[in-house]
């Protein structure tokens, strides 16, 4: 029975070891290890692109509005990113606009987006009673895959094994890891990951970089896969890994996409390989016990142990299996413990091996570990306490710990009951943790984290502390909180905190029947302080114009900064001694003072747009909106005054914006044409020209006039599209008259879209390549509000137009603020006296001094003047009479489709007689 002592000693520790779990903890020890040796390199084909600390700081908000996001998305679709996966919670809504953004954004895409879902507990009274699914909201689901981002968390802490999916409610969800592989099965099972794979290679890039479209950190995401997630400390998306290591979630991500791609989702190779090494190690030392010295059995043990980590590391390296050597080490290690209590004092060895263990861990830790005896008095102080109180070793061993305690925190109830609880816990696994305010050798306060623990030791109960300076974390927090509720230039609250604060005024305002008002102030011609001088002098302009609206207010509402230049005031009407006109009014006459900012004085005005709750809203957005759009129409109306929102101005958005839709079907279905109106020589009546008019031909409405859709198009995104449609259907037409040997020269007018969004010389010069026409037959007509764009920039598209030898003429003239001044300016072929100076040229003696100066002007400057709005033959003589050369007018006839023109004007019969004949034959 001797003779098997020291193998029934390893079966007891063998089944000691698997009964306490410490076969897992070794076996995990003993992987990280390997981990450690066998280093490698990621892919580089997945690229983090990381919300981190100088992206929060830049973007100087949080949360973020998706609106990012969905910029974020098309600066990657035009990297040519293969897949995009956002580790972020798109469960919630935000932002309404943002939302509609990203969803937008989603739909560009082309579902390659992939969003997370995630489990969490729900709780009911602090009981956890269910889990709850969260997954991304149905406009984002809608437009991408969705991908499961939980990861199990082990025992120790730390995170080893990853799923390729899990089933959610009935259907298979796979993890983001497999999905950033592509590689995803429901028979598949967890794996571990190889966290040999360094999460210092996995190539990373700023979000704040990516979103301002930086060169350098795009041509680092073309053509890869990217994984978007929080990597900024404060977001607090860390999970702790083997090795000592602490990753963010879209790195650990990242670490489970790599093991699969690179064939790394490692497995446990099979118990029977285990109990197959047990066996021969068992053989080998009954076989050599008592036979070999205690030397030589050592040595057999050690190379034992090295061959079968070799085995396992080599293994590891090659393939993707994880070879358990935990029991077979602990055998060695029992065995070599067997052999060491026939030699040895084994029992003194351990103890001193402790205690020198525990002095080296104490000594090098960070954080401060204070031990103390049973009656608190301190007996461990290392260097980490040192340095966050302060006090040396000499000074606090034998004091209580109280010591260090600020007199508030020794005064707390909770304070007498603290180490009654950590003995009450001290039989349980993990410590009681809790934070209390320290004491600094200096006299300083600040906030303290600490971890108690206790145990029975040899003189008695014996108390430990892991202790932490938190101030810098909690001051880190007090700033991404503070962020996240005011505007970072002026200090007010933003949109969030308006929001949450108008909902509360509301839902008070609701219990008592009360009003709440809301105030939209924007500031009027603030670009200009921008332009000129600089958006710092504008910040501070900002910034006196945030504390004028605190100081009307007095405090007893909230100023919010909305965007911009754009401020809010929310305030309950029972807080005010005037109804909410009267307050917007007294705001606006507050900035008929000068604000002066740097030695400079401003004089800025206000433009207020007021709604109030219940009337013109019931919720926080509504009023929001409404106040909005009164703020519009003070703007366009009352520049400098304010306006109380009424119904009827929403009814007006929202015709125009059913004008508007109408209009974009009318472009698609092609239910525009033009007409023709004829210009004639006032000398003979014989046709020179016609000028394109638009009309829309409405399916139920019949045609439209140009004066109620045109100035919406002007506006509208459909402008460039539906000005071009006109030039080359013009063009066309013309070409085709001159092919029939009608010279007739055709007038197009020009829409503001056209100089402002691209190069119109070009667009002109190759319609005129397309259709053929002839340039001279080409007459370009522009009005003062196109010249007021920008004067260089469409001075110069006027010279590259007439070297291409289009006429460029003056439309309307007379009508504007500088219709002369752009005579000098800009170098017209010609010009149009408005037909309101013509209509009564009979019976106006100014009208009639006006059109003469300008016809005599026009002969002085060599231009051609052609005047609209003729009706009779009488007007058409007195213009002939003077000077005047071209005509057009209802008298000549009206705008009419261009096969009634042919008709009309070039026939084979000479049209000419019917013009002279005038407005019958029209």
């Known amino acids: 029975m001797k003779h098997y002592r020291p193998h029934i000693f390893v079966v007891v520790a063998l089944a000691i070891v698997l009964a306490s779990g410490w076969h897992s903890t070794l076996r995990n020890a003993l992987t990280d290890l390997r981990f450690a040796w066998q280093s490698r390199q990621a892919s580089g084909d997945i690229v983090v692109v990381a919300i981190d600390a100088p992206s929060i700081e830049k973007i100087g908000v949080w949360p973020w509005p998706r609106r990012l996001h969905a910029d974020l998305l098309r600066r990657l679709e035009g990297a040519d990113v293969k897949d995009v996966v956002f580790d972020v919670d798109f469960s919630t809504p935000s932002d309404a606009a943002s939302d509609r953004a990203f969803v937008e954004a989603l ?24 889990v709850h699914i969260n997954r991304p909201l149905n406009q984002f689901g809608d437009h991408s895959w969705t991908a499961i981002v939980n990861v199990a968390v082990e025992p120790d802490g730390l995170v080893r094994r990853y799923p390729f999916g899990e089933k959610l409610d009935g259907q298979f969800l796979p993890s983001m890891g497999a999905v950033l592989a592509g590689q995803y099965s429901t028979r598949n099972a967890p794996f571990l990951i190889d966290f040999g794979i360094r999460a210092a290679s996995i190539p990373k890039v700023s979000y704040a970089d990516v979103l301002r479209g930086d060169e350098v950190t795009l041509n680092k995401i073309r053509g890869k896969k990217v994984i978007i997630g929080g990597t900024a400390l404060e977001l607090g998306d860390r999970f702790s890994v083997p090795n000592g290591g602490v990753v963010s979630g879209p790195i650990l991500q990242t670490l489970a996409a790599e093991s699969i791609l690179q064939n790394r989702n490692l497995r446990w190779t099979s118990d029977v390989v285990a109990l197959a090494g047990l066996c021969i190690i068992s053989l080998i030392m009954m076989l050599s016990w008592r036979r070999l010295s205690a030397g030589v059995r050592v040595i057999v043990l050690v190379g034992m142990a090295a061959a079968a980590e070799a085995i396992a590391i080599l293994l590891q390296a090659k393939l993707p299996l994880v070879l358990d050597t935990s029991l077979l080490l ?74 260090i305690l600020a007199p508030q925190a020794k005064a707390e109830p909770g304070y007498t009951s603290t180490c009654e609880k950590v003995r009450a816990r001290s039989r349980q696994p993990g410590g009681l943790v809790t934070e209390f305010d320290g004491l600094r050798k200096d006299g300083e306060v600040f906030p303290v984290e600490a971890c108690f623990s206790g145990w029975q030791g040899t003189d008695g109960f014996q108390y430990g ?41 509301i839902s008070g305002a609701e219990k008592d029947a009360s009003e709440v ?60 001694y005037e109804t909410a006109a009267q307050l917007a009014e007294r705001i606006a006459l507050a900035f008929d003072a000068p604000l002066a900012t740097a030695g400079r004085q401003h004089r800025i005005k206000v433009s207020i747009g007021a709604a109030i709750y219940p009337g013109d809203g019931r919720t926080a957005e509504e009023l929001l909106s409404n106040s909005h759009l009164a703020f519009c129409r003070a703007k366009a109306t009352k520049r400098g005054g304010h306006v109380v929102f009424e119904g009827a101005i929403r009814r007006e958005l929202e015709s125009r914006l059913t004008l508007e839709a109408e209009l974009v079907l009318a472009a698609e279905r092609n239910e525009f044409e033009l007409f023709y109106q004829p210009q004639v020589r006032l000398a003979d009546g014989g046709l020179i020209g016609a000028e394109a008019l638009i009309r829309w031909r409405h399916p139920v409405r019949g045609l439209v006039s140009p004066a109620e859709f045109m100035p919406v198009v002007n506006t509208s995104s459909i402008s460039d599209r539906v000005a071009g449609w006109v030039l080359v259907t013009a063009c066309r037409q013309a070409r085709t008259w001159e092919r029939a040997g009608h010279n007739v020269r055709i007038g197009v007018n020009l829409s503001p879209s056209q100089l402002q969004s691209g190069d119109l010389a070009t667009s002109v010069a190759e319609v005129l390549d397309i259709t053929g026409l002839t340039p001279s037959l080409l007459e370009l007509e522009v009005t003062e509000d196109i010249l007021l764009l920008d004067e260089q920039r469409v001075l110069d598209t006027v010279l590259r137009i007439q070297e291409l030898g289009v006429r460029v003429v003056f439309d309307d003239f007379g009508t504007g603020y500088a219709s002369l001044s752009y005579l000098k300016k800009f170098p017209l072929d010609g010009l149009k006296i408005d037909r309101s100076f013509v209509l009564e040229l009979l019976a106006d003696s100014g009208d009639a001094a006006i059109v003469g100066s300008t016809i005599s002007l026009s002969k002085q400057l060599g231009l051609s003047v052609i005047a609209e709005g003729i009706e009779n033959r009488a007007t058409a003589d007195l213009l002939a009479s003077m000077g005047c050369e071209e005509g057009q007018g209802y008298f000549f006839g009206r705008p009419m489709p ?12 000479e049209s000419t007689a019917r013009v002279l004949a005038g407005g019958e034959a029209a």
């Open 107 to 130: 739909q560009a895409a082309g579902g390659s987006v992939v969003l997370p879902s995630f489990k969490q507990p729900a709780s009911d009274g602090g009981n956890v009673t269910a």
């Open 330 to 403: 602990t055998a060695i290690a029992v065995y070599m413990a067997a052999i060491a209590l026939d030699e040895i004092d084994f029992r003194g060895l351990l103890g001193r091996i402790a205690e020198s263990r525990f002095q080296r861990i104490a000594m090098s830790l960070g954080d401060g570990l204070v031990c103390t005896d049973s009656n608190q008095r301190i007996t461990v102080w290392n260097p980490g306490a040192v340095a966050i109180f302060g006090y040396g070793p000499e000074e606090m061993i034998g004091r209580r710990f109280d010591m």
């Open 465 to 505: 502390a892991i202790l932490r300076d938190i101030s810098v974390r909690k001051r880190e927090a007090e700033r991404i909180r503070y962020l996240a509720e005011h505007d970072s230039l002026t200090g007010l609250a933003n949109r969030n905190t308006l929001n949450v604060t108008l909902a509360e005024m």
């Open 517 to 576: 008002a809301l105030l939209v102030v924007g500031l009027d011609g603030f670009q200009h302080i921008n332009d000129m001088l600089g958006h710092a002098c504008g910040d501070r302009v900002l910034c006196a114009v945030s504390e004028r609206l605190n100081a009307q207010i007095g405090g007893a509402g909230i100023v919010a900064r909305l965007s911009g230049d754009e401020f809010a005031i929310a305030i309950r009407c029972g807080e005010l």
């Open 898 to 909: 261009a096969q009634a023109f042919e008709e009309q004007f070039l026939t084979v019969r």
